[in-house]
C-alpha cells in the first residue's frame, strides 16, 4: 500500500465515526465507511482507487459527506481533472449542490488556483491593450490549464455557469474574489454573466475591486462588466478601491473610463479629445458620491489612503472642500481618523482648515473628540499652521475655542472623555476652562459628574476657582460629583483640601449651600 492510500485509510477510520451519524438510519454503516473512502480518494487524486470503489458501488457516485460535498466536489477543488472526467462518465451529477448550494463549479473557481509564475512584461504592449482580447492570457503569465480544462469539462457535461450559492454568490464571483484568473477566464468564455449580482448587491467586478487582482479586474472589464455599477449601499468600483487603498487598481479603472471614451469618440481632434477625456475624468469618475453623499475622496481620506488622496485631488481638486450629508469636508473625515498624513496633503492642498460640519465642529473639536492614537501631533500640526497663517494668538484661540452649536467646545469634550494629554495641549494653545455650553457648565462640570478625576486635579491645578462656578441650576462641581456618585470620596476630599486655602471655612461652607433656583413665569 502505498503511503498516499495508507493516509486516506487513516482519515477514513477517523471519520467513519462521525459519518455513521449523518447517514440515512436504514443504510448499512460499510456503505459510509465506503463512501468516506471515495471522498478521500476523490480529493487525492487515486483515480484507480475511486474507478474500483465505484465499480463495486455505483450508488456512491453522488453520496455526500454532512456538509453535502460529493466527490466531484472534492476532485474539483483539488485540480483532480482525471477523477473529474471518470466521476463525470460513470453519472455524476455536474450541478450537484451541497447544503450550502455549492456546485463544482464553485469549489473550482474558488480553490482551484493553478501554480503560476511571471516573467517580465514586455514593453511592446500596454496595459490598455489587454483590455482588448478577453481570449488572450496576460503577457507575462505562464501557467498550465488545468484549472480551465475542469470548469470546461463540467460545463460541457450540463453544470450551470451562473449557479447561485446561499450568498447569492456565482462561480465567477469567487473567481474574482480569488484572484484566480484562469477559472474567470474559462467561466467568462462560457458565458458567464459578467454583471450578476450576489450578496449586498455586489458583482464580480465589486468583488474583484476589493479581494482581486488587477488582471482579473482588466479580464472582468474586457469582458464587459459594468464599471459604473454600483453595490446596494451605492459604493462604486471607485469608492471601493479608494476605501481599501488600491492604488493601482484605482489608476486601472481611471484609465479604462478614458479608453472607453476615446474608442466612443469620433471625429474631433487629438487637443480636442485630450480636453474632453480630461474634463470626463474630473467631472464624472472622481464625483461619484454614495447614500450619505460621499466621494470617493472622503472613503480615501478616512481610511488614510494618502497616495489614493493625492491622486483623487490632482483629478478633482475642486472637491477638495465638498461635503457629506453630515457636513464632512475630506479634512474633518481624516481628522476623525487621525489620518495625519491626509491631512497634510490635503491642507497642502489648500483645504480649509477652519471649516465646520453641520453641528459646527471644527477640525480641532473633531480631533479632540475622537483622541486617536497620532491625535497630539495632529492638533500640533494644525494649530502650528494656523498660528503661520496669522501670525495674531487670538485667532488661535478663537479657533480652540469655538463651540458648536450646543455651545461645547472642544475643552469641554476631552474633559468629558478624561483626554488628559489633549487638554493640556488645548491649555496651551489658550483654551478657555472656564467657558460655559448650553446648561452654563464648565469643562470642570463635566469631568465631576462623569469622575474623570484625572482632568478634575488638572483643572484644579490650573485654576481653584472653577470650583465656585454653578451651572443654570445653580450646581457646583462638586454637587454634580456628589449627585452623580462618580467621583470617590478621596477626589473630593483633594477638591476640598486644594480649595479650602484660598478661601475662609465660612465662605467654602456657603459655596457648598446650594441656594434656591429661582426661575420667571414667562
Known amino acids: 500500500m502505498t503511503e498516499s492510500n495508507l493516509r486516506t485509510e487513516k482519515a477514513v477510520i477517523r471519520s467513519c465515526t462521525e459519518s455513521r451519524y449523518h447517514c440515512a438510519i436504514k443504510e448499512p454503516l460499510f456503505s459510509a465507511r465506503e463512501n468516506m473512502i471515495n471522498l478521500h480518494h476523490a480529493r487525492d487524486g487515486n483515480v484507480e482507487k475511486v474507478e474500483e470503489i465505484l465499480s463495486k458501488y455505483p450508488e456512491l457516485i453522488n453520496r455526500s459527506d454532512k456538509d453535502g460535498f460529493t466527490a466531484l466536489h472534492y476532485a474539483a477543488k483539488y485540480g483532480n481533472l482525471k477523477v473529474v472526467e471518470v466521476l463525470l462518465k460513470l453519472g455524476a451529477s455536474a450541478d450537484v449542490k451541497s447544503k450550502a448550494n455549492t456546485t463544482p463549479l464553485h469549489m473550482s473557481a474558488r480553490y482551484c488556483r493553478p501554480y503560476a509564475h511571471y516573467s517580465a512584461r514586455s514593453n511592446a504592449s500596454s496595459t490598455s491593450l489587454q483590455f482588448m482580447d478577453v481570449s488572450t492570457p496576460s503577457s507575462g503569465f505562464t501557467t498550465t490549464n488545468k484549472t480551465a480544462a475542469i470548469v470546461n469539462t463540467l460545463v460541457r457535461h450540463g453544470a450551470n455557469v451562473d449557479a447561485a450559492d446561499a450568498y447569492g454568490l456565482t462561480p465567477l464571483h469567487y473567481a474574482a474574489m480569488k484572484g484566480n484568473q484562469q477559472a474567470a477566464r474559462a467561466l467568462l468564455m462560457n458565458c458567464a454573466a459578467v454583471n450578476s449580482r450576489g450578496v449586498k448587491g455586489m458583482t464580480p467586478l465589486l468583488t474583484a475591486c476589493v479581494h482581486g487582482s488587477d488582471d482579473v479586474v482588466c479580464l472582468l472589464l474586457s469582458s464587459g462588466a459594468d464599471w459604473s455599477t454600483t453595490d446596494t449601499r451605492m459604493n462604486s468600483v471607485y469608492h471601493i478601491t479608494a476605501l481599501h487603498g488600491r492604488n493601482n487598481t484605482l489608476k486601472l479603472l481611471l484609465q479604462y473610463g478614458m479608453l472607453f471614451h476615446t474608442l466612443s469618440c469620433e471625429d474631433i481632434f487629438a487637443c480636442d479629445l485630450r480636453e474632453l477625456i480630461f474634463e470626463f475624468m474630473n467631472g464624472y469618475d472622481a464625483?461619484?458620491?454614495?447614500?450619505?453623499?460621499?466621494?470617493?475622496?472622503?472613503?480615501?481620506?478616512?481610511?488614510?489612503?494618502?497616495?489614493?488622496?493625492?491622486?483623487?485631488?490632482?483629478?478633482?481638486?475642486?472637491?477638495?472642500?465638498?461635503?457629506?450629508?453630515?457636513?464632512?469636508?475630506?479634512?474633518?473625515?481624516?481628522?476623525?481618523?487621525?489620518?495625519?498624513?491626509?491631512?497634510?496633503?490635503?491642507?497642502g492642498q489648500n483645504a480649509d482648515i477652519c471649516a465646520t460640519d453641520n453641528d459646527g465642529r471644527t477640525a480641532i473639536f473633531i480631533g479632540a473628540k475622537f483622541n486617536a492614537v497620532k491625535v497630539l501631533r495632529l492638533f500640533e500640526y494644525l494649530l502650528d499652521l494656523c498660528r503661520q497663517k496669522d501670525n495674531e494668538s487670538s485667532s488661535i484661540r478663537d479657533l480652540v475655542n469655538h463651540p458648536d452649536h450646543n455651545q461645547m467646545t472642544a475643552m469641554h469634550v476631552v474633559c468629558n472623555n478624561g483626554y488628559i494629554e489633549v487638554s493640556k495641549l488645548l491649555y496651551e494653545y489658550g483654551a478657555s476652562i472656564e467657558v460655559l455650553n448650553e446648561e452654563e457648565e464648565t469643562p470642570l462640570h463635566l469631568a465631576a459628574a462623569r469622575g474623570e478625576t484625572v482632568s478634575v486635579r488638572q483643572l484644579l491645578d490650573w485654576d481653584k476657582r472653577l470650583l465656585l462656578l454653578r451651572n443654570e441650576d445653580a450646581d457646583t462641581p462638586l454637587h454634580l460629583a456628589a449627585k452623580n456618585e462618580t467621583l470617590d470620596t478621596k477626589c473630593m476630599t483633594v477638591g476640598l483640601k486644594s480649595f479650602y486655602p484660598v478661601f475662609p471655612g465660612n465662605l467654602l461652607q456657603g459655596v457648598l449651600r446650594k441656594p434656591p433656583v429661582v426661575r420667571f413665569a414667562c
Open 287 to 347: 464625483r461619484l458620491r454614495d447614500d450619505d453623499m460621499q466621494l470617493p475622496l472622503h472613503e480615501a481620506a478616512s481610511y488614510n489612503r494618502a497616495h489614493v488622496v493625492e491622486l483623487l485631488v490632482q483629478l478633482a481638486p475642486d472637491t477638495i472642500e465638498d461635503k457629506t450629508d453630515y457636513g464632512m469636508t475630506p479634512l474633518l473625515s481624516a481628522v476623525s481618523s487621525d489620518a495625519l498624513e491626509v491631512v497634510k496633503i490635503l491642507i
